[in-house]
């Protein structure tokens, strides 16, 4: 430092004139040389970060993938330059992950995360950093890392988890009624049983089906049938608790799965979907009512629990419709 001592402060300004003019030519040399030797897609290349003056010294790939022109990369760009342009659902979990890297928890800073673009659209970068220097507290001085603009790959994979739950949907719910259908209420049961025979707990089953479904049929035509079909399905969704299960399990009959519920206890609920839907308005003033068949799981296999619900339910019907048996 002694060799600036006796430097005006002219002197002293065109000396940094220098230095950043020598930064800004090293800075366009490594630009170019890092697209050249590292060629991958979506590398927006390395980012320095000296975290006591809050300087990063970037490719500046980095900002003009976010659509900013040449001329509107700042002089001197802070940190917050990026972290103000995060997505609010990811801005903590960024801050989080640095912060863990920053004081020692993890040995590389590592995240992906949406950054807005100047025009308001956003990009998926993934990011990588390290600390290359500590001070002698163990403080860090400066971080390097390198980042990629995965925006194509992440929404290809996003699109793709959204095609998968159609297909997932269209496999596991009945198209009229949008309820469970028969094949995934099966799987379900076959998980809820396992839960059971692993935590000791209860599960119940409640098979319900429309009474004289085949005269409305005859009497009002298919059309209205299948609204009416609709219409119960929605009825006993709204009857049951959010953890309970609900699908079509054929024709007009639907099945109900209690998980962690005896059938006392469900006996109320099938109780409330019975008058609900004895009480609730149908297409050409039809009267609607159910029949129900009740049975607690007691170690028997998934078709012989069926069954026993389902010879409730004929119970029900044989004992003149409109009730619930278990």
């Known amino acids: 430092m002694d060799k600036y001592n006796d430097l005006s402060k002219e002197n002293l300004i065109d000396k940094i ?28 290349g390395h980012w320095y970060w000296d975290v006591k003056s809050n300087n990063v010294i970037c490719n500046d790939q980095k900002i003009l993938a976010l659509k900013y022109r040449k001329d509107e990369i700042p002089r001197k760009i802070g940190f917050q330059f990026f972290t103000e342009k995060l997505h609010p659902e990811d801005y903590e979990r960024v801050m989080e992950n640095m912060r863990r890297h920053l004081y020692g928890h993890t040995p590389v800073y590592e995240v992906v995360y949406r950054i807005q673009a100047k025009d308001g659209s956003w990009k998926w970068y993934y990011d990588r950093g390290k600390v290359t220097k500590r001070n002698e507290d163990g403080k860090p001085l400066l971080v390097a ?108 009959e639907f099945l109900v799965i209690f998980p962690k519920s005896n059938s006392k206890q469900c006996f109320t609920i099938a109780e409330r979907i019975r008058k609900s839907i004895q009480e609730s308005e149908f297409p050409d003033g039809i009267v609607v009512t159910l029949s129900g068949g009740l049975k607690e799981y007691n170690q028997e296999s998934i078709d012989k629990l069926i069954d026993e619900a389902d010879k409730s339910l004929y119970q029900a019907k044989y004992k003149g419709r409109n009730q619930i048996v278990f």
């Open 145 to 252: 890392g390198i980042v990629f603009d995965i925006t194509v790959e992440k929404e290809m994979q996003l699109l793709i988890e959204e095609k998968n739950k159609e297909l997932l949907e269209i496999v596991n719910i009945d198209y009229l009624t949008k309820v469970f259908n028969r094949k995934a209420l099966y799987e379900k049961l076959k998980y809820e049983v396992v839960r059971v025979m692993r935590n000791n707990e209860c599960l119940s089953v409640l098979m319900l089906d429309i009474d004289h479904f085949k005269a409305i049929n005859d009497m009002h035509g298919h059309l209205v049938g299948d609204v009416v079909l609709k219409q119960v399905a929605q009825i006993i969704k709204k009857s049951v608790r959010e953890v309970d299960i609900v699908g079509r399990y054929g024709g007009e």
């Open 17 to 44: 004139r220098e230095l950043e003019d020598l930064i800004d030519a090293l800075k366009e040399e490594k630009n170019q040389e890092e697209l050249l030797i590292f060629p991958w897609v979506g590398n927006l």
